[in-house]
């Protein structure tokens, strides 16, 4: 096996990720248009999407790492606006999106069209968060973009098997597929329950971190398989139990949670830049053997049903925000009444990604008997790719200018950091109790130095926060918060460096140098976050 064109890919994504953050251009936005730059230069590697590898392999860690991130109470708060999207506007857009395809396209089934329709429905749960945390969208709203984009994969891909055995002639009705469509919900939650608990379980009573970890590593592979394995929705089931995880988090040992949250990140970021990528590097492959759909035609195709996936998105968001306003008392008393301009949002904020281009390319080649060719297979691939880049660079451009536009109000950081200190200073109060009962039993004893020191973090911890509330610096224009981070990196430096002189004097060795940095590291961390 070459894995040249691997660490090629997962290199050079990873490179033009990290120079957009040097740019005003989002990257996913950045690493497709390289994506498109490079696919016909000489000696690159051919990236095929591989259906068989996204599916199964990329989509669960994508998926499991923004679920976890996600707030269980924040989704539950808004799970009619989520589930309005996340499977009324698939079922919505796979319906008028197939219809206008036949329509426009001269010869083109409909079954095939209702195909292209459940492919192109749903949006892209890393192009929806990523661009979401650029633009630093209001609460409520990234809440239900992200909801909408963990949940709808489901959807699509139920009404993609619907719509493709109806097109291949393997037969398919209405209550097959509402059958198969719960079959796949409900299979999928039901295993997503079952696994959470036990997965949890374990989680907190591993005492090793590395196996903690390499156990993280594996729950969305686990719980996406296991639901697959009795054809339910892996979709549902990682993200059921990843909310579950992220919900109880607290409970787990904080070795763990810090290892975590550094692989995670780190895991999110390769995956994430090499699945942007990797959609522009599909360009030869989607281009090949159009035949009489090249040149000016495949362009309006291409153009006609860009448009109608923006204005689907429209027609579905805007009743699907007010309507239930208007036949439900409970709601209007219940809800604010929502303005016009987040809906604007949310129906702009529709960015298709690679799980549309992976189930495009899991189309087959042949109908069921085997001989006859799956019609205008090329044409789907054209006209997905076409949408998904049309999607990403029009829409994922213009979000940020048009959020300005619309003058949403900013987060009040000064309100939040006073919630912060209220909750710090509660906090605080209850471990000054718990240490005075522990300090009270003789088991308990502590020298006066160590006691005041315990004393002494408990109140740096509590008067951090309302330090930020503080007048800055005239000299150097930092907060007190902000300087205390400064010498107290200053001074573990220097600690530091003598360490290491220690040890090229041979006066320590190199294990204890790594326990000792370690120490200072851990030390280091706990003044940055406490700062922060």
């Known amino acids: 096996m070459d894995v040249m064109p691997l660490l090629l890919l997962v290199a050079g994504s990873a490179a033009v990720a990290a120079a957009a953050r040097r740019t005003p251009v989002p990257a996913p936005l950045l690493l497709v248009a390289v994506g498109l730059a490079v696919a016909y230069v000489p000696g690159v590697p051919d990236y095929r999407l591989a259906p068989d590898v996204v599916l199964p392999l990329l989509l669960p860690p994508l998926l499991y790492t923004s679920a976890v991130d996600s707030s269980y109470l924040d989704l539950r708060a808004q799970m009619r606006p989520v589930a309005l999207l996340s499977v009324g506007y698939v079922l919505f857009a796979t319906v008028v999106v197939g219809w206008a395809a036949y329509v426009l396209v001269p010869g083109l089934p409909l079954t095939a069209a209702l195909v292209l329709g459940a492919v192109v429905a749903p949006p892209d749960a890393v192009a929806a968060t990523a661009v979401a945390r650029r633009v630093g969208l209001p609460s409520r709203i990234t809440t239900i973009l992200q909801g909408e984009s963990l949940l709808n994969d489901a959807t699509a891909i139920t009404a993609y098997k619907v719509a493709l055995a109806a097109a291949v002639g393997e037969g398919a009705s209405w209550a097959g597929g509402i059958g198969e469509f719960l079959l796949a919900a ?16 374990l989680r907190t009573h591993l005492k090793e971190p590395l196996l903690q970890n390499t156990l993280s590593l594996l729950i969305p592979f686990v719980a996406y398989a296991a639901a697959e394995q009795v054809h339910a929705s892996g979709v549902l089931a990682v993200v059921v139990v990843a909310l ?47 035949g009489e759909y090249k040149g000016v035609d495949a362009v309006w195709y291409a153009v006609a049903l860009f448009l109608v996936v923006v204005a689907v998105r429209f027609l579905w968001v805007y009743p699907a925000t007010f309507l239930p306003r208007l036949l439900s008392a409970r709601i209007r008393a219940r809800e604010e009444n929502p303005t016009w301009r987040a809906p604007v949002v949310i129906a702009w904020a529709g960015m298709r990604g690679v799980v549309s281009l992976a189930i495009a390319f899991s189309i087959p080649l042949h109908l069921h008997d085997g001989e006859q060719p799956f019609p205008h297979r090329n044409l789907v691939l054209f006209l997905t790719f076409t949408t998904v880049i049309g999607t990403l660079v029009v829409q994922g451009l213009s979000l940020p200018p048009l959020i300005r536009l619309l003058k949403f109000p900013g987060r009040d950081a000064q309100a939040e950091t006073l919630a912060e200190a209220n909750a710090q200073a509660q906090a605080s109060r209850a471990a000054e109790r718990r240490l005075d009962d522990l300090l009270a039993d003789e088991r308990n004893a502590l020298p006066g130095p160590l006691a005041d020191r315990l004393r002494s973090v408990l109140e740096r911890r509590r008067n951090a926060v309302w330090e930020r509330l503080g007048q800055v610096n005239p000299i150097t224009g930092e907060t007190a918060d902000d300087t205390y981070r400064r010498l107290s990196g200053e001074m573990i430096g220097a600690e530091r460096e003598v360490f290491v002189k220690l040890r090229d004097g041979r006066y320590i060795d190199d294990e204890m140098l790594r326990a000792l940095l370690r120490r200072l590291d851990l030390e280091e961390a706990a003044a940055y976050r406490e700062a922060t």
Request: negative net charge; hydrophobic residues 60%; proline residues 3%.
């Open 244 to 290: 579950y995880l992220g919900h109880r988090n607290w409970e787990v040992d904080f070795a763990t949670r810090l290892q975590e949250e550094a692989v995670w990140k780190m895991v999110a970021f390769v995956l994430e830049s090499a699945v942007f990528a990797l959609i522009g590097l599909q360009l030869p492959v989607v281009l090949q053997g159009l």
């Open 186 to 201: 409900v299979g999928g939650v039901v295993v997503g329950l079952i696994l959470m608990a036990p997965i949890h379980w």
